[in-house]
């Protein structure tokens, strides 16, 4: 049994690191692809994963096979593409370590997934499903995410949505907002960002705009994640501000998917249906959250950043004991 399986897109981040002896930029390569990081957290606090997706049959297609591998990913639903070659992403960082993206994806593998090459198995198996909106922005790769979400939903299992809105990669704005709004109506769990939020809803109020999702799309939890500022979240009529932690931020590559991945091991370790918690424990989910993905900004990279239970754990009781010296 698998606590969570995600679909999409498993790809190479090419990010800033340092200049060579002649000034020119150097690149790090790191793996990337925002569902197959929430994995990449979720195996690091040691829960079992598989990832559903495809790569080119190249050195890239390879090489993140065997990442996945290393960090302990099931890759039975992995496919490699004999013709299409893997998608690549060139990060480009500013001095907070903000980042923004240039994809060479015209077509990546990861858009070429069909639906007879998902094992719907691994589905079954599945506790938790959770999938993105980039593997929905070309066919025939988003009639099969539909298909796996609409068949998880079936089986009854949780299902996990991050829109991760990158509009580039879309044809037009209302395609996007159209395919997102398509995956909204199976989830349970939503995390989603300011930009995406307001994007999606047209609401600019936090509070208006969570209650409209819930109570016409059928969301059960809602996390708008606000950067260094921390979160805001909805369960039910309740609605809070979690604030972050401040850190010595590197890069900010896959913080979002930490974040969703603390979130999703949460629910894990309750045990229940987001729409049965208590007010009190999705707070503790947030905080937690928070921490998990603060402490990745610390390091360059998605997968590689993501931090193990103890590291977290460390981050928290310093945070405490730092609070109580003071007094506070």
């Known amino acids: 049994m698998y606590d969570v399986t995600a679909l999409g897109e498993l790809l190479l981040d090419f990010t800033p690191n340092g200049t060579s002896e002649n000034g020119s930029l150097l690149l790090e390569r790191n793996p990337g692809g925002a569902p197959a990081n929430v994995l990449a957290a979720l195996a690091k606090l040691n829960k079992q994963t598989a990832f559903i997706g495809k790569i080119g049959n190249d050195q890239f297609g390879h090489f993140l096979h065997e990442v996945l591998k290393e960090n302990h990913i099931n890759t039975n639903g992995l496919i490699f593409s004999k013709d299409i070659n893997t998608t690549l992403a060139f990060v480009h960082l500013d001095a907070d370590g903000d ?3 240039s994809f060479y994806r015209n077509p990546g593998a990861d858009m070429t997934l069909d639906s007879k ?15 993105g909106s980039i593997s929905m922005t070309h066919e025939p790769a988003a009639a099969a995410t539909l298909e796996a979400v609409k068949y998880a939903k079936e089986q009854g299992k949780i299902i996990s949505f991050d829109p991760n809105l990158r509009m580039s990669l879309w044809d037009t704005p209302d ?14 769990v939503l995390k989603i960002s300011e930009e995406e939020f307001q994007f999606i809803t047209g609401y600019t109020d936090l509070e208006e705009g969570t209650k409209y999702l819930c109570s016409h799309y059928g969301v059960s939890l809602v996390f708008v994640t606000m950067g260094k500022k921390g979160c805001f979240y909805r369960i039910g009529d309740y609605t809070s501000i979690k604030e972050g932690f401040k850190v010595n931020a590197v890069d900010t590559t896959g ?16 045990g229940e249906h987001p729409s049965q918690l208590k007010v009190f424990e999705v707070e503790n989910i947030a905080l937690f959250a928070n921490a998990l993905a603060a402490t990745s900004t610390t390091k360059k990279g998605g997968i590689p950043s993501m931090p193990s239970l103890s590291q977290v754990e460390v981050f928290l009781n310093e945070l405490k004991n730092s609070v109580d010296s003071i007094g506070l």
């Open 117 to 131: 090459e998902i094992n719907k198995e691994i589905i079954r198996n599945s506790r938790i499903f959770h999938f």
């Open 175 to 188: 395609h996007a907002k159209q395919k997102i709004l398509e995956g909204l109506e199976f989830a349970d």
């Open 255 to 270: 913080a979002g998917d930490a974040f969703c991945g603390g979130v999703l091991y949460k629910l894990i370790e309750k």
């Open 99 to 101: 980042r923004s993206f």
